[in-house]
């Protein structure tokens, strides 16, 4: 009798566990289907940046470098993720030509080691199916790439924080593709994170970000960036062919380009009247660094980077020389988007021998405050493969460069000339200086002098930690350079400007306040060092400059700049207040700043006499 008692109740808990059972497992099909829907609409974001890019049959790459780097021993675990696999241009075959690179077609196939950090990195003949060459860069924090869509919107999708925002992120509306960042104060600094935005679904315009950990497999931190009011332009016009390889011979210039998956255009073999001035120049990331969030994002260029390019490649006539011209750019907003980026790569070349390369940012990047690198890296040749020297102004001489260095500050310090570098081989001489384009004179720039090695960055550049310069700074070893091949990296810093003056922006309208940075090299005549009168006419100028005459002058008033807005809220987020601090409902959590969310009740109990920084404390 007991045990029949029981029996409706024992029914009933099997009825629901069965029940229970039944709705966790459509949950977990329900979970799964809003990742795959997420993940879809990833890759449709960057099939539509990369579809100028050539077809590769990816699985197989992948698999041929699994087989071989297998049995080579290399760092393959059940840690190691494919990253992507992408063709080489003949410019960046030419370090493997001896294992048939360029004259059969090889392609470049990276994985990340999650547990130890760094890739491992294979070069793939696709004619023989056989890795020619392979190697470990533990500082390789690599592109986010299709491939990895599935892994970080499925870590995502587990974080509530997410959840609490964006609810079913299949429904989310993205708006960039998975990009290679980092943020200073947190593992991401080092380790390896790639950050998924999404458009605010509340609709108030803003970006919402979600930093993925891929070595942690942990969200890292969320926040919003600001919204920007729409511009009154046109849309851009229907994407068009995307670039064009080519060679070019004009005022007795002869130069050759090819793009590249992820270095921008691969200038290369450049000569000036047959003689041979630099073998390859490319950017090979630029890095845009938020100083509210803090950190940034490791932008590239190219057929399958994250930014494409867009248009035919330029050729254009400058009258006393011409320039190749290529645009890379999101296409489908720019410039009434957000976290849309706009770049060009530049080269001219002079009738007299000289030459620019030249860099544009034309911005909206994520926040107002920003500063644009671009790593360019410069195989100069003069004349030839080796045998080059370089010389460094250093103030008052000049001294020979004679192992790998760093240089910065790079602007102020410049020869009677106007120079900072001159490099030599034989009677072929070039000297070096940063032209200045800062409308506040900020102008400033890392440049590093670097012996030429085909592994550091001669083939496809994988990028690195950001922030920190590497590539190239992990490669100075002491190496010479005198009478060597060298290699010369210009990073100049742009920095934006909100509002008199405007700049690195496309407000108030597109194509007026772009940023732009130039190195400039000119043909020289034999160095020769100043003389005592010169270096007196310049210790007298740079004293009249930093020692004026006393005068009685009023003390300055400050000129605020007009914000629009009726409303606080309006007033808030047009004063850019809301970069750094959370006010309210407004602004963004996590900032550099302190939440000024009481700032009523603090501003009515502050001490007179107190600092504003103590008093936002």
């Known amino acids: 009798m007991q045990n029949r008692r029981w029996q409706p109740v024992l029914r009933v808990l099997f009825v ?98 999650t547990a130890n950090g760094g890739t491992v990195n294979a070069i793939v003949n696709l004619a023989t199916e056989q890795v020619v060459a392979s190697w470990s860069d533990p500082l390789a924090r690599p592109a986010g790439s299709s491939y990895l869509l599935d892994k970080a919107f499925a870590i995502a999708a587990n974080d509530p924080r997410v959840r609490s925002v964006l609810g079913d992120i299949g429904t989310a509306d ?58 009154a332009v046109t849309l851009p016009n229907p994407q068009r062919n995307a670039y064009t390889n080519g060679c070019h011979e004009q005022y007795g210039w002869e130069v050759c380009w090819e793009m590249t998956a992820h270095d ?11 003689k041979l001035i630099f073998s390859s120049a490319k950017i090979g990331q630029i890095e845009a660094w938020y100083p509210s969030w803090p950190g940034g994002y490791r932008d590239e260029i190219g057929f399958a980077a994250s930014v494409p390019p867009f248009g035919d490649t330029l ?45 544009v940012s034309h911005g909206p990047g994520c926040d107002d405050l920003s500063i644009y690198r671009p790593f360019w890296r410069i195989n100069l040749d003069l004349g030839g493969a080796e045998t080059d020297s370089v010389w460094l102004w250093e103030g008052t001489t000049w001294e020979e460069v004679t192992t790998e260095t760093e240089i910065h500050p790079f602007v102020d310090m410049r020869s009677p000339e106007g120079d900072r570098l001159a490099t030599f081989d034989g009677d072929l001489n070039y000297r070096w200086f940063m032209e200045r384009t800062d409308p506040l004179g900020l102008d ?15 083939g496809p550049i994988v990028t690195g930690p950001g922030d920190t310069y590497q590539p190239p700074r992990q490669w100075l070893d002491s190496e010479p350079v ?18 008199g003056p405007w700049w690195c922006m496309p407000d108030p309208e597109p194509g007026i306040n772009q940023c732009e940075a130039v190195l400039r090299g000119e043909p020289g005549e034999e160095l020769r060092q100043p003389t005592a009168e010169e270096l007196a006419e310049m210790e007298g100028t740079a004293t009249a400059v930093s020692s004026p005459t006393p005068i009685a002058t009023p003390m300055p008033t400050p ?26 409902a407004l602004g963004e959590a996590g900032k550099v700043g302190p939440d000024l969310s009481n700032i009523g009740t603090i501003a009515s109990e502050r001490i007179p006499g107190m600092s504003a920084a103590d008093y936002l404390r």
């Open 16 to 113: 629901g566990l069965v029940l229970f059972g039944v709705s966790w497992w459509q949950y977990g099909r329900f979970s799964i289907s809003r990742v795959q829907v997420a993940v879809a609409k990833g890759k449709a974001m960057m099939d539509m940046a990369a579809f100028a890019a050539p077809p590769l049959n990816v699985p197989q790459i992948q698999q041929i470098a699994l087989n071989n780097l297998t049995l080579a021993n290399k760092r393959l675990t059940n840690n190691t993720l494919f990253v992507n696999a992408q063709p080489l241009t003949p410019g960046e075959a030419r370090p493997w030509q001896d294992a048939g690179c360029g004259e059969q077609p090889c392609a470049l196939t990276v994985f990340y080691d």
């Open 174 to 231: 993205p708006a960039m593709i998975p990009m290679s960042g980092w943020l200073m104060d947190d593992a991401c600094s080092r380790q390896w994170c790639v950050d998924l935005t999404f458009h605010d679904p509340a609709g108030s315009g803003r970006i919402f970000h979600v930093f993925v950990n891929m070595q942690t497999e942990q969200v890292a931190r969320t926040f919003y960036t600001r919204g920007r009011p729409n511009l």
């Open 264 to 274: 921008g255009v691969l200038f290369r073999d450049a000569r000036f009247k047959g």
């Open 315 to 359: 050729i254009n006539d400058l009258g006393e020389g011409f320039e190749v011209r290529q645009l890379f750019t999101e296409f489908t907003h720019w410039p009434n988007c957000i976290c849309c980026y706009r770049y060009e790569e530049i080269i001219r070349f002079f009738a007299d021998g000289s030459l620019e390369f030249r860099f």
């Open 444 to 458: 400033e720039a890392y440049v590093f002098l670097l012996h030429n090695r085909e592994t550091e960055g001669e």
């Open 482 to 499: 005198s009478g060597e091949d060298i290699t010369l990296w210009f990073v100049p810093l742009l920095k934006t400007k909100k509002g």
């Open 559 to 584: 000129t605020p700049r007009p914000i629009e807005g009726n409303t606080p809220e309006e007033i808030i987020l047009n004063s850019g207040c809301g970069a750094c601090h959370q006010i309210g």
